[in-house]
């Protein structure tokens, strides 16, 4: 059974950086493509960045140049360097997994089968 568990949310002010890590466990292959998707409170799952296994990354417009999405296979983990943070970064921070070989990594809720849990992203002014 596939299991994705996010770590590393906190709180920190407007301009400050936070590490978040995703464990990937329970699959004989890996991911086409591993992404991160965040949601605030009265808002809908928003996509901000996927990388397919080759490396090939995209971001959502609102984060490009200030977070970078990374992964390392060996060891099953997936990364998201935020820096410059703002207070519209807030939200809870999920991990998810999309199994199915596309053209492309696309930020949509419904390509991703696999989600995690979460970890909470607090950004203060």
């Known amino acids: 059974q596939v299991r994705l568990a996010e770590s590393g949310g906190g709180s920190v002010q407007a301009g400050g950086s936070l590490r978040l890590s995703c464990a990937a466990s329970g699959y004989t292959y890996s991911p086409y493509c591993m992404g991160w998707f965040r949601q605030a409170p009265g808002k809908e799952r928003e996509g901000v960045a996927g990388i397919v296994g080759h490396g090939s990354t995209s971001y959502a417009d609102s984060v490009k140049g200030r977070f970078t999405i990374s992964q390392d296979s060996d060891k099953n983990s997936l990364y998201l360097e935020m820096n410059s943070l703002q207070p519209e970064d807030t939200g809870l921070y999920y991990c998810?997994?999309?199994?199915?070989?596309?053209?492309?990594?696309?930020?949509?809720?419904?390509?991703?089968?696999?989600w995690g849990q979460g970890t909470q992203v607090t950004v203060s002014s």
């Open positions: 998810a997994a999309d199994f199915v070989h596309r053209n492309m990594c696309r930020l949509l809720r419904t390509n991703f089968a696999y």
